[in-house]
């Protein structure tokens, strides 16, 4: 069964810096490209980064562009999201989704909240 | 980047009702587009894949169609578990936009 898991959300101070983690299982992560996606309280969708499969080709949202770092180590079958300079506007539930096009495996989410 | 817009943005209607959903893309996209389903406190659910394509298990009363700049979406006969909020998604270019949702109530 396919499975990822979010983890690393929490509450930050506008400024700060956070680290979210997504374990994965059921696949073969490494033949999987990769993406965050993210959902602020009661708003819809916004599509956040991307990762090739090995990690060559990545893409950002121009919201985040220049202060998130999307990573990934297949040999630990995780995916990163590093981001920085956190504003209220990153508040969100951060979703790891596998695939590009087809993305059909969503994790549960993790929060992130970002206020003083 | 490319925009999505949705209508309506939300809907009323009742179990049996045939329901309709409509995204644009602000550029041609060809067949690059999906459908999610997204109840509340959950995560998002993909019903359908380059604009037609159901997903395995998803029932047959879903169905999407369209290509270039406008898209549909339809549910033959609403089920009790189909009220929702309804996204369509563009995976053509970077950045991959969704639309801005639709949600699905009881009337």
């Known amino acids: 069964e396919v499975q990822v898991i979010e983890s690393g959300g929490g509450l930050v101070k506008p400024g700060g810096s956070l680290r979210l983690s997504c374990a994965a299982s059921?696949?073969?992560?490494?033949?999987?490209?990769m993406n965050w996606v993210r959902q602020a309280p009661g708003k819809g969708l916004e599509w956040v980064s991307f990762i090739s499969s090995s990690g060559i080709y990545i893409s950002y949202a121009d919201s985040v562009k220049g202060r998130f770092t999307i990573s990934r180590d297949n040999a630990k079958n995780s995916l990163y999201l590093q981001m920085n300079s956190l504003r209220a506007e990153d508040t969100a539930v951060y979703y790891c989704?596998?695939?590009?096009?087809?993305?059909?495996?969503w994790g549960q989410g993790t929060l992130v909240t970002v206020s003083s | 980047d490319i925009q999505m817009t949705q209508s309506p943005s939300s809907l009323s209607a009742s179990v049996g009702d045939r329901v309709t959903i409509t995204c644009q893309a602000s550029?041609?996209?060809?067949?690059?587009l999906n459908w999610y389903q997204q109840k509340s406190g959950k995560a998002p659910k993909l019903l359908i894949h380059d604009a037609s394509n159901l997903e395995t298990g998803v029932p047959s009363r879903f169905s999407g169609s369209g290509s270039g700049t406008d898209f549909t979406f339809t549910i033959s006969n609403l089920q009790p578990e189909d009220f929702a909020t309804y996204y369509c998604?563009?995976?053509?270019?970077?950045?991959?936009?969704f639309g801005p949702g639709t949600k699905v109530d009881v009337k």
């Open positions: 989704v596998t695939g590009a096009g087809a993305t059909r495996d």
């Open positions: 998604q563009q995976y053509d270019n970077f950045p991959f936009t």
């Open positions: 550029q041609d996209i060809s067949n690059y």
């Open positions: 059921g696949f073969i992560f490494s033949d999987y490209r």
